[in-house]
């Protein structure tokens, strides 16, 4: 059930118990790829996700679908044109009240849908405390990290110009994604005894890139769609469980 498009009477007609929250970020992906990479993934992944879990359930079990919010921790592109960015304060507090909303409405659990690493510990404390307060039983669920892909993830790289290209091709930049490839880093960051000595993405990576975009298909887009739904689907029946215990 998207909230979005749902007057008040259908949720309170649904009572659904399990909500999902994408959370994404407006930041640059190099040249070739859209600053609402993050956001449109994490939208796709918990799209795709709460139809499966729905299937799954023979529409027994309605899911609470927040619009997504779409910007994060992404600090670290501020020398890229476009890029927005909140402190992790002001990211915990929005995610966290927005769960809250949820909870209000006797949704007892609640998936935090991620598409951008720089969300990642800001959401492992959030979801923490949601459930550490009886708030709800919370985990937050980053697309990249479940998925069985051979192309790495990078930045404005293989694995997020795949997702793309499968879910929104049109916003892809072709004619640019050669000269994207060529002035990308090859890793994240500039490592010096194990220490990140660099900060922001502009002291190792000209363009804004890391990683091929060129080794992200389309074909390999959809199969990490397939993989992240999935994969959604189990974090979900897994939270419900709990609310039961």
Same mark, same amino acid.
Do not use: C, K
């Given at each position: ?105 006797? /949704? =007892? &659990?609640? *998936?935090?849908?991620?598409?951008? !690493? %720089?969300?990642?510990? @800001? #959401?492992?404390?959030?979801? +923490? ?17 479940? /998925? =069985? &892909?051979? *192309?790495?993830?990078?930045?404005? !790289? %293989?694995?997020?110009? @795949? #997702?793309?290209?499968?879910? +929104? ?77």
């Amino acid at each position: 059930m998207d909230l979005a498009d749902a007057t008040w009477t259908d949720v309170r007609e649904a009572d659904p118990v399990v909500g999902v929250v994408p959370v994404g970020s407006t930041e640059q992906h190099g040249p070739h790829a859209p600053l609402g990479t993050d956001a449109i993934a994490a939208e796709a992944v918990a799209e795709a996700g709460v139809e499966a879990y729905e299937r799954e359930h023979d529409g027994e079990a309605p899911v609470a679908l927040a619009p997504t919010i779409p910007v994060g921790v992404a600090e670290e592109h501020r020398a890229f044109a476009g890029t927005l960015w909140v402190s992790p304060d002001t990211f915990r507090a929005y995610v966290r009240e927005t769960a809250e909303s949820l909870a209000s409405h006797g /949704v =007892d &659990a609640v *998936v935090v849908v991620n598409g951008h !690493g %720089g969300n990642v510990d @800001a #959401l492992r404390e959030v979801t +923490a405390r949601l459930s550490r307060d009886g708030t709800a039983v919370a985990a937050a669920f980053t697309w990249f990290d479940v /998925v =069985d &892909a051979d *192309v790495p993830m990078g930045h404005g !790289g %293989g694995r997020e110009t @795949a #997702l793309l290209r499968h879910v +929104a091709p049109h916003l892809v930049r072709e004619d640019r994604v050669e000269g994207a490839a060529e002035g990308a880093s090859e890793r994240w960051g500039d490592w010096v005894a194990g220490v990140n000595v660099a900060h922001d993405t502009d002291a190792f990576s000209a363009n804004g890139v890391v990683g091929d975009p060129r080794d992200g298909d389309a074909a390999t887009g959809e199969a990490m769609l397939d993989d992240a739904a999935d994969a959604l689907v189990r974090v979900l029946d897994a939270l419900v469980e709990r609310t039961s215990n």
